[in-house]
């Protein structure tokens, strides 16, 4: 049986006990399946969060165990409402199953487009924060190639 050269997990008895304990260089995947399976049996979350977690789940970056999707991205596959999503969210984050966390995006923002803070803080005032009605006012926006 082949077995996590890290962690040293190879068998299922073995597996169940040691992926609570299991640090982020772990690289077997029994941690993060072990995670999934806690959370499926979890009976107080709604089932749009037992649907939502599975689709963090996938997209979990391999390093770091992060994923960023946006919520239109989670409501587009799983063909969810945008409340729906943020309510899900919400429930897994009260049940500490996931933990939330901004990713800069002024900063990328600024950087991006090359403008300062303060403009980009004028033109969020003036459009609200979509990033497209933003861009657009700033003369920023670029459109994709047609396919």
Do not use: D, F, H, Y
């Given at each position: 049986m082949l077995a996590c050269k890290l962690c040293g997990v190879g068998e299922r008895a073995r597996m169940a006990l040691?992926?609570?304990?299991?640090?982020?260089?772990?690289?077997c995947g029994a941690r993060l399946a072990w995670w999934l399976c806690l959370v499926a049996r979890d009976d107080k979350l709604p089932g749009a969060a037992h649907r939502v977690v599975v689709v963090l789940w996938q997209l979990q970056n391999a390093d770091r165990g992060c994923a960023w999707p946006s919520l239109a991205y989670i409501g587009e596959q799983l063909k969810m409402h945008r409340s729906t999503?943020?309510?899900?969210?919400?429930?897994?984050g009260r049940r500490s199953w996931i933990s939330k966390a901004q990713r800069g995006g002024v900063q990328y923002?600024?950087?991006k487009w090359g403008i300062?803070?303060?403009?980009?803080?004028?033109?969020?005032r003036q459009v609200g924060p979509d990033a497209r009605a933003v861009a657009?006012?700033?003369g920023k926006l670029t459109l994709a190639p047609a396919r």
């Open positions: 040691q992926a609570a304990a299991l640090g982020p260089e772990c690289t999503v943020i309510r899900s969210l919400n429930a897994l923002w600024m950087k300062s803070r303060s403009q980009l803080e004028v033109a969020v657009r006012l700033l």
